[in-house]
């Protein structure tokens, strides 16, 4: 069975400190896909990035890096020199390869203090 | 290009009514899914829907269900309203099974 575990339930940083959002999956499946969203007060999830079960190459968007590792089930986020702006709840998201359901996990509520 | 839109925003409901939602996918995308968020529960998963069909389910009772429509328009209805049906009713689109966009989401209050 797909499962998403995101253990921070809440974390707050104050301003400009590095955050790191931890995601653990567990899928029997040799094609998966990862995702993270965005989900701001205002309630619509935003995406922010997919990554390939065959892609373990990190990647950096500006202040965000994901660090992915299939040695350990992992799927972190990192946002660096964090802003008020980054106030929201993020999710880690698995999908398999056999149809289009989304597994997520139950999200971090990350509030930045300026 | 326009974003999954959904309607309506805000609903309020008595128990024992039916409630129909509607979503409006991105123009192109043939595949909707619908997803209840909820305080203690998260993000769980209804169905999904591809061309009309339904492809995709969760475990969710048959009070709940959904359709789509020729043009990739989605509605989901719910009838027979309990209070725990109270919750933030999200859909989500996507093209060739890849990211999901989500709408803004219809927040339904069950009194």
């Known amino acids: 069975a797909q499962k998403v575990t995101q253990a921070q339930t809440e974390i707050s940083v104050v301003e400009k400190e590095d955050v790191t959002l931890d995601c653990v999956y567990e899928?029997?499946?040799?094609?998966?896909?990862l995702f993270w969203y965005k989900q701001p007060p205002s309630g619509e999830l935003v995406f922010l990035i997919r990554r390939n079960s065959f892609d373990e190459q990190n990647e950096i968007s500006g202040r965000y890096s994901w660090n992915f590792q299939k040695s350990t089930s992992s799927f972190n986020f990192t946002i660096t020199a964090s802003q008020v702006v980054d106030s929201a709840v993020y999710f880690c998201?698995?999908?398999?390869?056999?149809?289009?359901?989304?597994?997520f996990g139950t999200g971090t509520s990350l509030t930045v203090i300026p | 290009k326009a974003g999954v839109t959904q309607t309506p925003r805000y609903l309020i409901k008595t128990r024992g009514q039916q409630v129909t939602l509607s979503c409006s996918p991105i123009?192109?995308?043939?595949?909707v899914s619908w997803y209840q968020q909820t305080p203690g529960q998260g993000l769980q998963f209804l169905f999904e829907y591809f061309s009309e069909t339904q492809r995709n389910k969760g475990n969710f009772p048959g009070r709940f269900s959904g359709r789509q429509f020729s043009n990739s328009r989605s509605e989901m209805n719910v009838s027979t309203l309990e209070l725990g049906d109270s919750a933030l009713y999200l859909c989500?689109?996507?093209?060739?099974?890849?990211?999901?966009?989500f709408g803004p989401g219809t927040r339904l209050t069950v009194t």
């Open positions: 123009s192109g995308h043939r595949s």
């Open positions: 989500a689109s996507s093209s060739q099974g890849f990211e999901q966009y």
């Open positions: 899928t029997r499946d040799t094609t998966y896909y």
């Open positions: 998201a698995l999908k398999d390869n056999t149809g289009n359901q989304f597994y």
